[in-house]
């Protein structure tokens, strides 16, 4: 069975632009989670998604948005990019509540 | 405000040490504990602990969680340098019908030869 796949693994990015990361979960998979990981903050829950909604949502400003498509992949949009946005950005997926979470490789985003 | 904090931030051993991790944690409506080890990128699933007092044991890792004083620990015995990695403690807490894991920032294991 295929992990978690995340895409681009790597983006540079200047302030002020956006980007839009994409997670596709295993096989059979419901649940998407993103994360920011950073050095200093750990790794901190921006939010999740279930069955095309999202159910719950972490302290991350409004330029921080995601959706989900009827196949379960997920997407992440992040908007007018900060120097602070650099991070690494992991998305999680599992059945569903109380499922052990498979994580992806992440995408590692420079803002420049 | 929910809050998960791990200990020591970070450590180095030698070959065949144990060492233990801490993670403590302050949050509402507790449901689970799960421990990760991440070495490159993605964290991959150590145990999950719903229930004081009964140990999960993996290997040479065992970990157990305490809900009347509010901590778990990590064991892991004669160490190896593929043990090497940041070990990351996160609480399943339930908000609002739904649930959400908060993040202790790790504590990173460096074994040496």
């Known amino acids: 069975k295929a992990g978690v796949t995340q895409t681009p693994r790597y983006l540079i990015k200047t302030r002020g632009q956006q980007v839009t990361l994409s997670c596709s979960p295993i096989?059979?998979?419901?649940?998407v989670s993103w994360y920011q990981q950073t050095p200093g903050q750990g790794l901190q829950f921006l939010f999740e998604?279930?069955?095309?909604?999202?159910?719950n949502k972490g302290n991350f400003p409004g330029r921080f948005s995601g959706r989900q498509f009827s196949n379960s992949r997920s997407e992440m949009n992040v908007s007018t990019l900060e120097l602070g946005d650099s991070a690494l950005y992991l998305c999680?997926?599992?059945?569903?509540?109380?499922?052990?979470?498979?994580f992806g490789p992440g995408t590692r985003l420079t803002v420049l | 405000e929910d809050k998960v904090v791990q200990s020591p931030l970070s450590l180095v051993v030698h070959e065949g040490d144990t060492v233990t991790l801490n993670c403590s944690y302050e949050?509402?409506?507790?449901?689970?504990l799960l421990w990760y080890k991440q070495e490159k990128k993605a964290p991959t699933f150590l145990f999950m602990l719903?229930?004081?007092?009964i140990e999960k044991k993996s290997g040479r890792l065992s970990s157990i969680l305490d809900k009347k004083e509010l901590f778990s620990i990590l064991n892991i015995t004669a160490t190896q340098t593929g043990d090497s990695a940041v070990y990351l403690c996160?609480?399943?807490?339930?908000?609002?019908?739904?649930?959400?894991?908060?993040f202790g920032t790790g504590t990173r294991l460096k074994v040496l030869a």
């Open positions: 999680a997926s599992s059945l569903g509540q109380r499922s052990e979470q498979f």
């Open positions: 096989s059979g998979h419901r649940s």
């Open positions: 998604y279930f069955s095309e909604t999202q159910r």
């Open positions: 949050v509402t409506n507790f449901r689970s």
């Open positions: 719903t229930s004081s007092g």
């Open positions: 996160a609480v399943e807490v339930s908000t609002s019908g739904t649930y959400k894991y908060i």
